[in-house]
């Protein structure tokens, strides 16, 4: 069973830089598609940027520039670099599969704990 364990949160200012780091266990970041989510206060769990097998990376347009997704393969840990913190990136951080969105009304369960971010202005 795979298993998805976040860290590196933390309270951090306006401006500021934080890096998380995503270590599943059951699966080898080498041979699937990563990804990272965040979940803002009252909202829905949303895609920030993902990682391919291949190694490329995609970003939502809110993060583009700001944040960044890589991987280090040995460790088999994936990490998201985030610099120019703002207050609306405040939220609960998840990694897991980059996955489409599940069918209306459904929800994934496979997620972990997650790792709090609360950025303040």
């Known amino acids: 069973q795979v298993q998805m364990v976040e860290s590196g949160g933390g309270l951090v200012q306006a401006g500021g830089s934080l890096t998380l780091s995503c270590v599943p266990t059951g699966t080898n970041i080498s041979y699937v598609h990563m990804a990272w989510y965040h979940q803002a206060p009252g909202k829905q769990r949303e895609l920030v940027g993902g990682i391919t097998s291949g190694g490329a990376t995609n970003y939502v347009a809110s993060v583009r520039g700001r944040f960044a997704v890589s991987r280090d393969r040995a460790l088999n840990t994936m990490y998201l670099q985030m610099n120019n913190l703002k207050p609306e990136d405040t939220g609960v951080y998840y990694c897991?599969?980059?996955?489409?969105?599940?069918?209306?009304?459904?929800?994934?369960?496979?997620w972990g704990q997650g790792t709090q971010v609360t950025v303040t202005s």
């Open positions: 897991n599969f980059l996955r489409p969105p599940p069918p209306a009304g459904r929800e994934y369960d496979d």
